[in-house]
């Protein structure tokens, strides 16, 4: 959210505070400034010019040499523009300025002034579009002011552009701070000055309202309170200078001067408004429902058609619906050039019913981002008469005697004990109950003295999430300043007559940083879309911060894809990545839901696995080398009887392998499908391995065995097989190494061949195998009898045919 400097100042006096203290100390209190711009900074060097005379270039038939006084300094300037003329108030650029876009530029460059000669003739500076001053698209001709527009006046403060724009980050529970006043609020706490909102002022010159329209509230739960007014006879128009650069400094686009003052209102105080045309309201009255079944099509003022749902909250006519409540108006009653009348509308909705609405449509407003996080239900009048009075201003017209303000029920400040005590031990403070009761009443939490410690406050309505103790507490820590609150270090002793297990993660974590991987932290909190991608049964958070953190993770892929795709942005492209980390399930029982919580690893490649070097060629990472992580991992655990089985591809992977241990599942590995790498833009491979960090751990062998150096040679020797092409080559070597028994020390493959002299649809894998006893030299009748028994196994477990044998 943007917020201007110099609206704030309209509310709160902040003389001698600079940009970075606001920035400080709103950060400080809970409201995160992410950046701050001072705009006037932009336009250092540039003024606002009078064109005195306009002359045909000598040398040029397309330029004009121009007398331009800059506070009656005659300057001489070449233009270009089609549209220059004599009696222009202008804004021009002086040597040593930056313009922000060069024009000519096909990127828009920014370029700084020089005075240089033009076609023979010097020109003293430039005479610049809206374009060129990054304030429009219009590259057609230069901006053209209104004619009493102050010659040689600065042109950031002519525009209004002398402010900063603070860029404000607000968590989901700080609805109150999504308007001016609302920060306005927040620094006059923080800096101890007083807080000035606006008091309108109006005159009811027109009929009563009661005979100029009528409101009718038949869903009052998804729509507490309705307030209006009416005006007549207003002129529709473009905005003044001080409103439409207002609006737009906060990033919504000028229309005109009601639907300007609307958004003005909001910005100011946070309460949405919408004015209809009265004439184009069916009986001049309107009716809050839900939509019958024959109006579940409807055209919004962005000239789309919208489906309708019968749980949508509509504002309606007599005939018709004219607007989704809280979300957006209708084309049938938008206000038009020759809207004489109007029905300004200032109203409460549920925030869930639009939370609602605007998902299933698709469509988030400015109003829709407010509403859903709860709007000040005795805000409506006061918004209600802050516009009106605005509309008159701009475009005149007589507003009608009365309001209309239908409630369902008083909305009063909720009723909070609070102990002094509980703060200062919770807080670690020792604060007094007065300077407590400061910091409460600095923003509008009214508290009355129940006894020496106990106070009772009162939260305001526009602070719906002050609802216990606990968080009124909490705003006295924001208030005084967490930063300000002593560190205090206490250190318990607790003595146990067990020794405490070795903590098996963090030797892990020293295996894994030893063979060259970086360890990643990843959020547990994902989007609902990326959760529900690896597994339908994720758990949903009850009140999310955001969209993105909506649910608990169901795998560690997707934040490790997220860290690749941050590496990438930056160059980074050979990556060995590892992370500890939890996964959540959701598991449908007879008493509601319950939850699993799994503790898992995570092994990440991509990249080069062996870059390029003047003696050898680099090559990439693949299965085979995050296979061959994972086993080199289980070893060092000290773990055995795991294996290796091939499944079909998924969504996130393919060439997958699971590993069992035990005959039970306890990880996957495989290369990641190019459909979960285009949701995060990689363009490259990706292997990722997810496995059962507590299933591993809980396996891995407390105690190490002592085995002596072996007392006889080994042998060594190879063998081939022919086997079909879809034969599993870990089976082979289980297999192998079955037959083999306590006289196996190793095995590996070192070649998979098909091609000339293999059948088609076998292939020929090569095994380098070494035995040795523990007793005696091993001999070639051993050796032989290991050979022609491994021949018959294999024939009949896989009908491998023997291809060749040697012993080295």
């Given at each position: 959210m943007k917020i201007s400097r110099k609206w704030i100042?309209?509310?709160?006096?902040?003389?001698?505070?600079?940009?970075?203290?606001?920035?400080?100390?709103?950060?400080?209190?809970?409201?995160?400034?992410?950046?701050?711009?001072?705009l006037s900074e932009k336009y250092n060097g540039f003024v606002v010019g009078s064109v005195m005379e306009v002359v045909k270039h000598?040398?040029?038939?397309?330029?004009?040499?121009?007398?331009?006084?800059?506070?009656?300094?005659?300057?001489?300037?070449?233009?270009?523009a089609p549209n220059v003329s004599a009696g222009q108030k202008v804004p021009v650029g002086l040597v040593g300025a930056l313009v922000p876009h060069d024009q000519h530029?096909?990127?828009?460059?920014?370029?700084?002034?020089?005075?240089?000669?033009?076609?023979?003739?010097?020109?003293?500076?430039?005479?610049?579009?809206?374009?060129?001053?990054?304030l429009g698209d219009d590259k057609n001709g230069i901006m053209v002011f209104e004619e009493d527009a102050p010659t040689g006046k600065p042109l950031a403060e002519y525009l209004g552009m002398d402010d900063t724009i603070f860029e404000v980050s607000l968590t989901p529970n700080r609805?109150?701070?999504?308007?001016?006043?609302?920060?306005?609020?927040?620094?006059?706490?923080?800096?101890?000055?007083?807080?000035?909102?606006?008091?309108?002022?109006?005159?009811?010159?027109?009929?009563?309202?009661?005979?100029?329209?009528?409101?009718?509230?038949?869903?009052?739960?998804?729509?507490?309170?309705?307030?209006?007014?009416?005006?007549?006879?207003?002129?529709?128009?473009?905005?003044?200078?001080?409103?439409?650069?207002?609006?737009?400094?906060?990033?919504?686009?000028?229309?005109?001067?009601?639907?300007?003052?609307?958004?003005?209102?909001?910005?100011?105080?946070?309460?949405?408004?919408?004015?209809?045309?009265?004439?184009?309201?069916?009986?001049?009255?309107?009716?809050?429902?839900?939509?019958?079944?024959?109006?579940?099509?409807?055209?919004?003022?962005?000239?789309?058609?919208?489906?309708?749902?019968?749980?949508m909250l509509m504002i309606c006519d007599k005939d018709s619906t004219i607007a989704i409540a809280g979300v957006m108006g209708g084309a049938n009653s938008e206000i038009n050039p020759v809207t004489t009348d109007i029905l300004i509308e200032s109203a409460n909705f549920s925030p869930s019913s639009v939370r609602r609405t605007s998902k299933k449509l698709g469509l988030s407003t400015e109003a829709s981002y407010r509403f859903e996080r709860g709007v000040d239900p005795n805000l409506t009048l006061a918004a209600l008469d802050r516009v009106t009075e605005i509309i008159v201003q701009t475009g005149g017209g007589t507003v009608a005697q009365g309001v209309i303000d239908i409630a369902s029920t008083k909305f009063a400040p909720r009723r909070i004990e609070l102990h002094v005590d509980q703060v200062n031990r919770l807080l670690g403070t020792r604060l007094a109950s007065g300077e407590i009761r400061r910091l409460l009443e600095s923003i509008e939490i009214h508290c009355d003295k129940k006894s020496e410690t106990i106070f009772v406050c009162f939260a305001p309505t526009f602070r719906g999430d002050l609802e216990r103790e606990v968080d009124l507490i909490e705003e006295v820590g924001r208030l005084y300043g967490?930063?300000?609150?002593?560190?205090?270090?206490?250190?318990?002793?607790?003595?146990?007559?067990?020794?405490?297990?070795?903590?098996?993660?963090?030797?892990?974590?020293?295996?894994?940083?030893?063979?060259?991987?970086?360890?990643?932290v990843t959020n547990s909190l994902q989007p609902t879309d990326v959760a529900g991608f690896h597994s339908e049964s994720f758990v949903k958070i009850a009140n999310p911060i955001s969209e993105d953190m909506a649910s608990l993770r169901t795998s560690l892929l997707p934040g490790a894809l997220q860290v690749v795709k941050l590496n990438l942005s930056y160059g980074l492209k050979d990556l060995k990545l590892f992370e500890m980390g939890r996964i959540y399930s959701s598991n449908g029982g007879s008493n509601g839901e319950s939850f699993a919580e799994t503790e898992m690893l995570s092994i990440l490649l991509t990249g080069s696995a062996d870059p390029i070097s003047f003696d050898r060629n680099g090559s990439e990472f693949d299965i085979f080398d995050l296979k061959t992580e994972v086993e080199r991992l289980l070893k060092h655990l000290n773990l055995d009887n795991w294996d290796f089985i091939p499944y079909d591809s998924t969504r996130e992977y393919k060439q997958v392998l699971k590993l069992f241990m035990n005959g039970s599942e306890v990880g996957i590995l495989g290369q990641v499908?190019?459909?979960?790498?285009?949701?995060?833009?990689?363009?490259?491979?990706?292997?990722?391995?997810?496995?059962?960090?507590?299933?591993?751990?809980?396996?891995?062998?407390?105690?190490?065995?002592?085995?002596?150096?072996?007392?006889?040679?080994?042998?060594?020797?190879?063998?081939?097989?022919?086997?079909?092409?879809?034969?599993?080559?870990?089976?082979l070597i289980n297999s192998l190494k079955s037959l083999a028994g306590n006289l196996f020390r190793d095995i590996y493959v070192f070649d998979i061949y098909s091609g000339s002299g293999i059948p088609e649809g076998k292939i020929s894998v090569?095994?380098?195998?070494?035995?040795?006893?523990?007793?005696?030299?091993?001999?070639?009748?051993?050796?032989?009898?290991?050979?022609?028994?491994?021949?018959?196994?294999?024939?009949?477990?896989?009908a491998a045919a023997l291809r060749k044998q040697s012993t080295k």
């Open positions: 100042e309209q509310l709160v006096d902040l003389n001698g505070v600079s940009d970075q203290d606001i920035a400080t100390r709103l950060t400080m209190a809970g409201i995160e400034v992410e950046s701050f711009e001072n000598p040398n040029a038939d397309k330029l004009r040499l121009c007398q331009v006084d800059i506070a009656g300094e005659i300057k001489s300037i070449i233009c270009g530029d096909p990127d828009g460059k920014p370029f700084q002034l020089t005075r240089a000669k033009i076609r023979g003739i010097e020109s003293e500076g430039m005479i610049c579009s809206e374009y060129e001053l990054a609805a109150d701070c999504l308007s001016h006043l609302g920060i306005a609020r927040e620094l006059s706490s923080a800096f101890s000055r007083k807080l000035n909102p606006k008091k309108p002022s109006l005159h009811e010159t027109g009929e009563p309202i009661a005979k100029a329209a009528k409101v009718e509230v038949s869903d009052p739960e998804l729509c507490p309170r309705y307030s209006a007014r009416v005006v007549k006879g207003i002129k529709i128009g473009r905005s003044p200078r001080w409103l439409r650069v207002a609006v737009e400094k906060a990033g919504m686009r000028s229309i005109n001067n009601v639907v300007d003052a609307t958004n003005y209102v909001m910005l100011e105080l946070g309460q949405p408004l919408h004015a209809f045309d009265l004439n184009l309201i069916e009986g001049h009255k309107i009716i809050v429902r839900r939509p019958h079944e024959s109006e579940m099509k409807f055209a919004t003022l962005d000239g789309k058609e919208r489906a309708l749902s019968s749980d967490y930063e300000k609150i002593e560190e205090q270090h206490q250190t318990r002793l607790v003595f146990d007559t067990r020794f405490k297990e070795t903590n098996n993660t963090e030797d892990l974590k020293g295996y894994l940083a030893g063979s060259g991987f970086n360890e990643i499908s190019e459909t979960a790498l285009d949701k995060f833009s990689i363009k490259q491979g990706v292997y990722f391995a997810e496995l059962n960090l507590a299933e591993i751990l809980s396996a891995r062998k407390k105690t190490n065995k002592f085995h002596p150096l072996p007392k006889f040679p080994f042998a060594s020797f190879d063998l081939a097989f022919i086997v079909d092409s879809s034969t599993p080559v870990g089976s090569a095994f380098s195998v070494i035995l040795g006893s523990d007793e005696r030299t091993l001999n070639d009748g051993d050796i032989a009898r290991f050979i022609e028994n491994a021949e018959s196994k294999l024939a009949k477990e896989f």
